[in-house]
């Protein structure tokens, strides 16, 4: 299994960033899970800006701060995923969403990376004195 590490998503990603949200496009999907709309955005400044603020948001019922991380393979520093931890459970995350939303880009499925990712985020949701985390899943 490849070694992986996570980083908050940053400038200097911007080239792997846009690879990955290529892999998407070419893929025919239309949304990339734990990116906070990434494949919305053509310019990867204005998304970066995006979740700056969502780190800096005040919690309440209706919105969280959020944490968006890329998943990055340690041996060609390829990003293979990214995963969103949120802070705080809205009522509405609580019925759907939860506190981490991930994805792994099309090319990289079904490798174990996933699992790998969620195993690298626990001990960030732990830091932030989180003590449960929920995860939602769609069936299909």
Not at 4 to 17: D, G, I, V
């Amino acid at each position: 299994m490849a070694d992986l590490l996570l980083a908050e998503a940053s400038k200097k990603y911007e080239k792997q960033a846009m690879e990955y949200r290529q892999d998407y496009i070419s893929h025919g999907e239309k949304h990339i899970n734990g990116s906070s709309g990434f494949i919305d955005y053509q310019d990867y400044g204005e998304w970066l800006r995006k979740i700056e603020l969502e780190k800096c948001k005040e919690a309440s019922q209706e919105d969280t701060p959020a944490t968006t991380y890329f998943t990055i393979r340690k041996e060609d520093n390829k990003i293979i995923g990214s995963i969103q931890l949120r802070h705080h459970l809205t009522d509405e995350l609580r019925k759907d969403g939860g506190n981490i939303g991930y994805g792994i880009c099309p090319s990289e499925r079904g490798k174990g990376y996933g699992t790998q990712q969620l195993a690298l985020v626990l001990p960030k949701a732990k830091k932030l004195q989180i003590q449960k985390v929920m995860i939602t899943c769609d069936v299909s």
